[in-house]
Each structure stands twice: as C-alpha cells, then as structure tokens.
C-alpha cells in the first residue's frame, strides 16, 4: 500500500509539473527584464493563473447549489461562462500578457456584479469587488490602478440609482435596502479601495528597491560566474598545456642524458690509460651530474602526471603497500641496517597507485635522512578519526628545523648540499600533490636532532557514495 501511495504521489507530481511548466511558458513573456517589479507583478498574476482554474471548479459547487434552491438558473450560466472564458485565458497561446490580465479583471469582476445583482447588496458581491480591486493594485502597472476606483464609482452609482428607481432586483433573496444605507456600504467600499491604490505602491517602493537590489546583484552575480568559468577554462587549458609540455620534454630530454652518460662512460674505459687522475674527476663529476639531471627529469615527469583523481577508488591493504615499499628499497634499508616496522595498519577504500608513491616517498625520505652510525628506526601507525584515516611516518633521523616545515613541499626546495644527501627536492611535493588530491592534508612535527614525524590524513570513502 505503501508503495501505491508514494507511486500515486510521484505522478501527481509530475503532472503538477507539466501543468505548472504549461501556464508559465504560455502566459509569462520571456525575454531580458527590464523592470523587476513589473516583472513580480507579471508572476503573481501568472501564478493566479495557475491556480485560479482548480479553485473555479470547487467554487462551482456553491454555484450549482444556490442555482438548485433559488432556480436562478443565471447564476450557473454565469459561472460556467465565468469559467470557459479563464480557461481560454489561461491555456490560449499568442495572447499578450496585458490583454490576458484586463479580461481576467473584466470576468471577475463581471462576477462581482452578478453577485450583487442576484444575491442583494450585503456581503458576499461588495467583499468581492474589494478584492478584484486590490488584486488590481497588485498587477496593474503604475497610475493602471486607478482604474478599479473607477470601477467601483461606476458600479455604485449606477446600483444606487437602481434602488433609488425602486428596482428589487431580481432575485427573491436579495436584501432590500434603501437608498441611505446604499450610500454608506458604497461610501465605504470606495474609502478602502483609495487607502488600498494609495498605501500598496508606498509598499512597494521598498519591494521595488529590494527586487532592484537583488536583480542587480544576480546580474553582478551571472557576470562574475561568466568570469570565473572563463578563467577556469583558461587555467584548464593552460595546465593541459604545461602537462603536455612537461611529459614531452621529459621524454625528449632523456635521450641526450644517457647519451652523454654513455660517451663519457665509452670515454673513460677506452681511453683509461691517457687520462689522468684529474680527468678521471671531471668525466666523474660530468655522469654524476647527468644521472642527478636524469633523476629529476624523471621525478618531474612523475609530479606531472599526477592529475586530479577520477578513477573510481577500490580497496587498498596499506600493509601491503608498506611491504611492497620494503621490497623496493630494500637496498637501501639493508646497507644503512634499517628496523622498518608498522603497527595495525586499515584496509581503506582509496587509490592504491597514489598511496604507493605517497608511502615510498616518505619511507625513501626517512632513509635518505637518518644520522650517521645510526641504524635508522622507521615506524608507521595509523589511527581511526571517524571520518578519515590519520597515518603517521616516524623516524630517529637528523630532524627538521621549525622553520622550513613549509619549504619543504615546494618543488625543487633542498635543504642541504646535494654531496651530503642526495635527492631532487621533489619526493614531498609530489607526496603533498597526492595527499590533496584525495581529499587529505600533510604537516609534520620535528626537532633537530631527535627525528621526524610526518602525518597524512585520507578521508574515508564508500562505494555508495
């Protein structure tokens, strides 16, 4: 049942929809706007259209009731022409809007009169006059609303001078009232209709200056998203280009490298016996530039393809990753005689390619730095924060002064000299690179001397989401 219920909500929705999108696009011009408040008036008098028809068929019922036990068969015949002609206003396309408004006015109000006619004049005939006339104040654009005081003075003269001829009108019920009592209903049927034309446009002065306000920001708005977007597309196309750039001179700049590397190298042992010790140093120092030079061209090639994350993330054993970081450095942890070891260690739903780097590149860097005679003690924890994962990387390393905590996840910033420790000054950045692309941070705590911890956060993602 349930199930039928929410069904027949769906469709009843739908179908409001449609009809709702049906009056709007029929009724509402459409184009640049040029006043907001005319254009507020334009919409509620187009939402009126909306939903005056389904309230015409309730208000039917009455109609058809009053018919039945006065037998003035007129009233019905008013109500259904009443209504044909909203229909034919509502639905009918290529009408102007101004012209759509006065024929709805000229019917309602026609049932004003009709009302008075055939029901007396107490009640229901004049309250309805009163609201087409404030209903009039609202949609008519400037001194327009002048009209409905016109309207009523009309109607109440000539009313006036029916009771005064002595007409009862024609219907049984109507309330017989005299000539005096006339005047008084009419007098103060007009006195609210000018407090209403006077009193609504000195409220709308305020409307007037907010919807301007607001219809300007919304301009300045539009043109400030227009702006960005252009700007966005620019920033796009300029990092697709220095993306592309960087991968093709890295690639084309690969080539000389080993080149040089090579002939250098051929130079060395084919012509050992006429150099001396000191050329011996220059061919020396020449490879070691040109494998550091090869190294960074490498590493920059790998910072440029880090891209932002669009793969969908699947399931990633960080101990494994942990392991598999052992493996590929697993010369360098048993030259230096390094203790490698982790705590409990997640399985988390992320990108394992990405982590890889990230967890070889803190590891790497543990190493790198480690003191002198010091076997190195690398540890990583991690630590469920509820909504992301926090890992810690911990060394007894040489340790980093406070001051260049920030400096050290700029490209290419170094530290020490090159003959000290070797590197290109990318490994951080590129792990700062990833770590933001998922979503996390990176900081690190470290006094010299005493070690370094490195912390990253990963927040947690689910298949469903």
Same mark, same amino acid.
């Given at each position: 049942?349930?199930?039928?219920?929410?069904?027949?909500?769906?469709?009843?929705?739908?179908?409001?929809?449609?009809? /709702?999108?049906?009056?709007?696009?029929?009724?509402?011009?459409?184009?640049?706007?040029?006043?907001?408040?005319?254009?507020?008036?334009?919409?509620?008098?187009?939402?009126?259209?909306?939903?005056?028809?389904?309230?015409?068929?309730?208000?039917?019922?009455?109609?058809?009731?009053?018919?039945?036990?006065?037998?003035?068969?007129?009233?019905?015949?008013?109500?259904?022409?009443?209504?044909?002609?909203?229909?034919?206003?509502?639905?009918?396309?290529?009408?102007?809007?101004?012209?759509?408004?006065?024929?709805?006015?000229?019917?309602?109000?026609?049932?004003?009169?009709?009302?008075?006619?055939?029901?007396?004049?107490?009640?229901?005939?004049?309250?309805?006059?009163?609201?087409?006339?404030? =209903?009039?104040?609202?949609?008519?654009?400037?001194?327009?609303?002048?009209?409905?005081?016109?309207?009523?003075?009309?109607?109440?003269?000539?009313?006036?001078?029916?009771?005064?001829?002595?007409?009862? =009108?024609?219907? &049984?019920?109507?309330?017989?009232?005299?000539?005096?009592?006339?005047?008084?209903?009419? +007098?103060?049927?007009?006195?609210?209709?000018?407090? =209403?034309?006077?009193?609504?446009?000195?409220?709308?002065?305020?409307?007037?200056?907010? !919807?301007?306000?607001?219809?300007?920001?919304?301009?300045?708005?539009? /043109?400030?998203?227009? +702006?960005?977007?252009?700007?966005?597309? $620019?920033?796009?196309?300029?990092? $697709?280009?220095?993306?592309?750039?960087?991968?093709?001179?890295?690639?084309?700049?690969?080539?000389?490298?080993?080149?040089?590397?090579?002939?250098?190298? !051929?130079?060395?042992?084919?012509?050992?016996?006429?150099?001396?010790?000191?050329?011996?140093?220059?061919?020396?120092?020449?490879?070691?530039?040109?494998?550091?030079?090869?190294?960074?061209?490498?590493?920059?090639?790998?910072?440029?393809?880090?891209?932002?994350?669009?793969?969908?993330?699947?399931?990633?054993?960080?101990?494994?990753?942990?392991?598999?970081?052992?493996?590929?450095?697993?010369?360098?942890?048993?030259?230096?005689?390094?203790?490698?070891?982790?705590?409990?260690?997640?399985?988390?739903?992320?990108?394992?390619?990405?982590?890889?780097?990230?967890?070889?590149?803190?590891?790497?860097?543990?190493?790198?730095?480690?003191?002198?005679?010091?076997?190195?003690?690398?540890?990583?924890?991690? &630590?469920?924060?509820?909504?992301?994962?926090?890992?810690?990387?911990?060394?007894?390393?040489?340790?980093?002064?406070?001051?260049?905590?920030?400096?050290?996840?700029?490209?290419?910033? /170094?530290?020490?000299?090159?003959?000290?420790?070797?590197?290109?000054?990318?490994?951080?950045?590129?792990?700062?690179?990833?770590?933001?692309?998922?979503?996390?941070?990176?900081?690190?705590?470290?006094?010299?001397?005493?070690?370094?911890?490195?912390?990253?956060?990963?927040?947690?993602?689910?298949?469903?989401?």
């Amino acid at each position: 049942m349930k199930k039928e219920h929410s069904v027949d909500e769906s469709l009843v929705e739908r179908a409001w929809k449609k009809y /709702r999108y049906h009056v709007f696009s029929t009724c509402l011009e459409t184009g640049k706007i040029k006043d907001p408040l005319n254009y507020w008036r334009d919409y509620l008098f187009v939402t009126t259209l909306l939903f005056i028809i389904p309230l015409c068929l309730i208000t039917l019922i009455p109609g058809i009731y009053l018919s039945y036990i006065t037998s003035l068969n007129g009233l019905i015949v008013a109500d259904g022409i009443a209504i044909a002609g909203l229909l034919l206003i509502t639905h009918l396309p290529g009408i102007r809007l101004i012209i759509r408004k006065w024929l709805f006015i000229g019917i309602t109000y026609g049932i004003g009169i009709v009302l008075i006619y055939y029901l007396g004049n107490f009640g229901p005939g004049l309250l309805y006059l009163l609201a087409i006339s404030v =209903f009039m104040i609202l949609v008519l654009p400037g001194k327009s609303r002048w009209i409905s005081l016109y309207l009523n003075l009309a109607s109440c003269l000539i009313f006036g001078w029916l009771i005064q001829e002595g007409n009862p =009108f024609q219907s &049984q019920y109507a309330a017989s009232v005299d000539i005096k009592t006339w005047v008084a209903i009419s +007098a103060n049927l007009i006195f609210l209709n000018v407090v =209403f034309i006077v009193l609504i446009p000195i409220l709308f002065k305020g409307l007037q200056t907010s !919807l301007e306000e607001q219809y300007s920001l919304q301009k300045a708005l539009e /043109r400030q998203k227009d +702006a960005l977007k252009r700007s966005l597309a $620019e920033v796009e196309s300029k990092n $697709e280009e220095l993306e592309h750039f960087t991968y093709v001179a890295s690639h084309d700049l690969q080539e000389p490298l080993r080149m040089v590397t090579g002939f250098l190298q !051929l130079i060395e042992k084919r012509y050992a016996n006429l150099i001396d010790e000191k050329g011996k140093s220059y061919i020396m120092h020449a490879v070691d530039g040109a494998n550091r030079m090869r190294q960074l061209i490498l590493d920059l090639l790998k910072y440029s393809r880090i891209q932002t994350i669009q793969d969908p993330a699947h399931e990633v054993d960080m101990s494994v990753l942990w392991e598999e970081a052992k493996i590929t450095l697993a010369e360098e942890i048993e030259t230096l005689n390094a203790e490698v070891t982790h705590g409990p260690l997640p399985k988390i739903t992320s990108h394992s390619s990405f982590l890889s780097l990230v967890i070889q590149n803190l590891l790497g860097n543990a190493l790198k730095y480690s003191k002198k005679d010091v076997p190195p003690k690398i540890h990583l924890s991690s &630590q469920d924060q509820g909504s992301k994962w926090l890992f810690q990387v911990t060394d007894n390393g040489i340790g980093i002064h406070p001051d260049y905590f920030q400096k050290i996840f700029v490209l290419f910033q /170094r530290l020490h000299q090159k003959d000290k420790y070797q590197g290109t000054g990318m490994g951080l950045a590129i792990v700062k690179k990833i770590i933001e692309n998922l979503g996390g941070e990176v900081w690190l705590e470290s006094r010299e001397g005493l070690g370094t911890s490195f912390y990253f956060t990963i927040p947690k993602i689910y298949p469903n989401n």
